[in-house]
């Protein structure tokens, strides 16, 4: 269920919330405002509306009876061109966030469609807009777009309108000044974004209902299917092009091995992040994130095969979670990546000096792709116990990767934020690469060869 901040980004109205359902509507043009509280009116919402400030006094909506609420018959019949702010109700529905976020971000368009479910979305740019822009943006949101040149610049988005509502909620977290940083800096951000959401959410082994709630709203819009075990480990799985490729599993664990602390900040030194009080998280929540982020990134690959997603429940009391995945959900995998190892460039492959992950082929291949894309320093080694030792007891071909806390489970933990995002790109580089990644789990070698 979404929140009504969440409802409100994702059709483009411009409101603060101040406090919980409380929110500032003097940013907001008038017309808008009142098409906001005729469309709460419609949907039989308490509220109250005094001197610019909305106080909802109603719990949330589906969003699917908010999009009925504000779909009135005469939306999207033309949008204002050359206004600072379009007016909400003459942008199509599932168009009028992400148009809101553009003209916010000084990106200025001329007209847009949604597509109406029956042909490709598609936002007309002002001549005088910096397309690169735009397309640097939109990479790095990571949504598959074709730019078409006309009289105005043409781009047309290549994905279902429905994720154009969760396009506008990304694009709501996206500052100005971060458009003259680049693609691959406005990704790291909203990684970083992501990553700071989910150290606030609490879930010590055995209470990890919030996280996982969590997880699963940032990860369904992705994915094919998800899913809740009968023991609480939350599984997904996405088909990516033809899906005549690898089967692999990627893992990371949902707990941490005690609660966070109440009223505890995240201390920001540079890269480096730790806790005011108690531990930080990233023992797992780093490979929370990094998983989030390669099923976001899937779309745009060079990944044909299937992904499988296992975030376990209970992992620090004894990998107990994982234990207790369904067999039949790992009949067909290929090889197995978790993104739970402290410290960066580590690629483990075995626990201890005895229990291997894999064969040599498979934890050289990973060598080889970090060389290959320029990432130094990672090299293979043993470590200590993770999900990791379940898979390779099932005979799947696995390995663990660093991803940049240290001194976990103590109050002196911290995480580099910029080792955790070297192990997006490897993960990354290792998916583009699903023959060399299907041979090196077979056993054929470590040849890369794209597709």
């Known amino acids: ?18 406090h919980p ?50 779909d009135v018959p005469w939306r999207g019949v033309s949008e204002s061109l050359g206004l600072e702010e379009p007016n909400v109700f003459e942008l199509d529905t599932y168009m009028s966030g992400i148009i809101r976020e553009l003209n916010r971000l000084g990106l200025r368009t001329v007209f847009c469609c949604d597509g109406h479910g029956e042909r490709s979305p598609h936002v007309c740019f002002d001549e005088r807009t910096n397309i690169e822009k735009v397309l640097q943006l939109l990479n790095a949101l990571q949504v598959n777009v074709h730019l078409r040149h006309s009289r105005f610049h043409k781009v047309v988005f290549l994905t279902k309108r429905e994720r154009l509502l969760d396009l506008a909620e990304h694009m709501r977290k996206v500052q100005i000044n971060w458009l003259e940083q680049g693609e691959e800096y406005i ?13 606030s959410v609490s879930g010590e082994s055995g209470n990890e209902d919030d996280i996982r709630t969590v997880v699963h709203g940032k990860l369904a819009p992705y994915v094919d299917n998800i899913t809740t075990d009968r023991y609480g480990n939350l599984l997904a799985q996405k088909k990516c092009k033809t899906g005549h490729g690898p089967t692999i599993l990627l893992n990371a664990h949902l707990d941490t091995v005690e609660a966070f602390a109440p009223g505890r900040t995240i201390v920001k030194q540079g890269a480096i992040w730790s806790s005011s009080k108690g531990i930080l998280g990233g023992d797992d929540r780093a490979g929370v994130a990094i ?4 099923a976001k990134w899937l779309d745009t690959s060079a990944f044909n095969g299937t992904v499988k997603f296992i975030f376990t429940v209970e992992e620090e009391c004894g990998l107990v ?40 082929q498979y934890r050289q291949f990973f060598e080889q792709i970090a060389s290959e894309v320029g990432l130094t320093g990672w090299r293979c080694t043993a470590g200590g116990s993770s999900d990791t030792r379940i898979w390779a007891e099932h005979g ?33 580089a290792t998916l583009n690469e699903p023959r060399g990644l299907l041979r090196a789990a077979r056993g054929l070698g470590v040849g890369v060869g794209h597709k």
């Open 321 to 360: 979670g994982a234990r207790h995945v369904d067999e039949h959900f790992l009949w067909d995998v290929d090889a197995a990546i978790v993104v739970d190892r402290r410290g960066s460039g580590d690629i483990v492959t075995s626990c201890g000096t005895f229990e291997k992950f894999c064969d040599a």
């Open 187 to 199: 990704r790291k951000m909203l990684f970083l974004h992501t990553l700071e959401e989910l150290l």
């Open 396 to 428: 799947i071909q696995s390995v663990n990767l660093s991803v940049g806390y240290e001194k976990e489970h103590t109050e002196d933990e911290t995480l580099n934020t910029d080792a955790c995002y070297e192990t997006v790109r490897l993960v990354q």
């Open 291 to 294: 998983l989030l982020e390669m």
């Open 1 to 18: 269920m979404k929140t009504w901040n969440q409802l409100f980004i994702r059709q483009g109205f411009v409101v603060e919330e101040k």
């Open 21 to 70: 359902n409380e929110f500032i509507c003097t940013n907001e043009r008038k017309e808008n405002v009142e098409f906001l509280l005729k469309s709460l009116d419609v949907a039989n919402v308490d509220y109250t509306f005094w001197d610019d400030v909305l106080t909802i006094d109603s719990p949330p909506i589906s969003e699917k009876q908010w999009l009925k609420a504000v």
